[in-house]
T-cell receptor, first 113, second 111 residues
């Protein structure tokens, strides 16, 4: 199935560092969602974005809906060990007429204490 | 508040056996419902989605099927499992707000 390009694929960072990841597509989206998944569990919704240029925060997490509507970014500030996990972006295609979501390939984050 | 349940949590089944996974949502009405499969270390593959009772859209041709007998119940089935059906199955729901929420998942191992 169709997937979004998500990068980086994985990253190792030191505790306290900031983290950035992004999703890009050649298609235009009307909604962007960011999830975190812990091993053996379902993804948990972190942030939802609905408007081009929108910048939304949830604690140490900040996500932005790209101006072109073709990309989105997630930043984590001052990472802590519990931030470890897989982060997924997901989006709904503009004008798709369906309720389907396309998912990114995931960014695996490991935080070194 | 809304909650989503999946069962069983884990399942080990032999090749050729039938499958039935269940998903139920509480606290909302007329949700859009989804089944995804996630292979180990991989992303999410949309299998089926439903916008109403008896309405099923299939995304990937395979030996799986889905049914929605009630507004908040979504079932994933197979008549004969294949080894390649092993994976982590996730049910999700959404509403007009476009936010999508996932259940805890079912780990299926086909032996």
């Amino acid at each position: 199935g169709q997937q979004l390009n998500q990068s980086p694929q994985s990253m190792f960072i030191q505790e306290g560092e900031d983290v950035s990841m992004n999703c890009t597509s050649s298609s235009i989206f009307n909604t962007w969602l960011w999830y975190k998944q812990d091993p053996g569990e379902g993804p948990v919704l972190l942030i939802a974005l609905y408007k081009a240029g929108e910048l939304t925060s949830n604690g140490r997490l900040t996500a932005q809906f790209g101006i072109t509507r073709k990309d989105s970014f997630l930043n984590i500030s001052a990472s802590i060990p519990s931030d470890v996990g897989i982060y997924f972006c997901a989006g709904q295609l503009l004008g798709s007429g369906t309720y389907k979501y396309i998912f990114g390939t995931g960014t695996r984050l490991k935080v070194l204490a | 508040s809304q909650t989503i349940h999946q069962w069983p949590a884990t399942l080990v089944q032999p090749v050729g056996s039938p499958l039935s996974l269940e998903c139920t949502v509480e606290g909302t009405s007329n949700p859009n419902l989804y089944w995804y499969r996630q292979a180990a270390g991989r992303g999410l593959q949309l299998l089926f989605y439903s916008v109403g009772i008896g309405q099923i859209s299939s995304e990937v041709p395979q030996n799986l099927s889905a049914s929605r007998p009630q507004d908040r119940q979504f079932i994933l089935s197979s008549k004969k499992l294949l080894l390649s059906d092993s994976g982590f199955y996730l049910c999700a729901w959404s509403h007009s707000s476009y936010e999508q929420y996932f259940g805890p998942g079912t780990r299926l191992t086909v032996t």
